[in-house]
């Protein structure tokens, strides 16, 4: 027996009532201050990283080496994007989970 295909799409087109909920599991809170304590690791890390390439850059430049000063900014970059990726983490998915809540 053949379905309409109307009832095929119909079919697909169901919607299960699934949404995020706080309170659904135990540890949430732990989790929490993990990802939290991550993040912190992670920004922490990359002023580390940003000193590096700076001061790698600064000596490159002072003492000729073309090489040297290419990697630091290289560095300096790749951590401010770093940076620019950690601190945007929460509005960035934020963002993208309002967005697609609203499809339909």
């Not at 009532?17 to 659904?24: E, L, M, Q, R, T």
Request: charge should be neutral.
């Amino acid at each position: 027996m053949s379905v309409p295909l109307a009832d095929r799409v119909i079919q697909l087109a169901y919607d299960p009532g699934i949404s995020p909920n706080g309170g659904g599991l135990p540890g949430l809170s732990v989790l929490k201050n993990v990802v939290n304590s991550i993040n912190m690791f992670g920004i922490i890390a990359v002023v580390g990283a940003l000193a590096v390439s700076l001061g790698v850059w600064a000596w490159g430049h002072h003492t000729g080496g073309h090489q040297a000063e290419a990697n630091g900014k290289k560095g300096a970059v790749v951590a401010a994007g770093a940076a620019l990726g950690l601190g945007a983490a929460n509005g960035i998915v934020a963002f993208f989970s309002g967005l697609g809540s609203q499809v339909h």
